[in-house]
């Protein structure tokens, strides 16, 4: 049912838009080869029992250079899960160049906060 859901989502989206469209586990290595994207998108997956840190390696493994990733962090696992180490031996490694990386209130209803993040890509 989850699949069906999505599928109308996509449908209502111009063509040309999607070319591919695939379910992986972003804790897992991507099957996707190296150089492939231009920009990332990651929003709402950085949380409680998610996706690890180690996708911001396969991202930027994915990605051209110059490529943009952006993405969001729960502020509650950024420390917990490693995040904060992660994003500065990306930067240390000269991976990537940290654009903009700042707190926000994420879902204020519920008075969440989360990170977001939007680093260029270096090859």
């Known amino acids: 049912m989850e699949w069906i859901y999505k599928k109308k989502l996509l449908d209502l989206v111009p063509r040309g838009y999607y070319q591919n ?45 110059k490529s943009l990733i952006c993405f969001t962090i729960n502020e509650g696992i950024y420390e917990e899960y490693g995040f904060d180490k992660k994003i ?21 209803r519920k008075d969440v906060n989360a990170w977001l993040c939007l680093a260029e890509v270096i090859k």
């Open 21 to 65: 469209l695939q379910q992986v586990d972003l804790n897992k290595t991507i099957k996707i080869e190296n150089n492939t994207y231009d920009a990332i998108m990651c929003v709402g997956t950085f949380t409680f029992g998610h996706v690890k840190p180690h996708a911001l390696d396969e991202f930027i493994r994915i990605s051209k250079n």
């Open 88 to 108: 500065d031996e990306l930067k240390k490694n000269k991976s990537w160049n940290v654009k903009e990386f700042f707190k926000s209130n994420y879902i204020a």
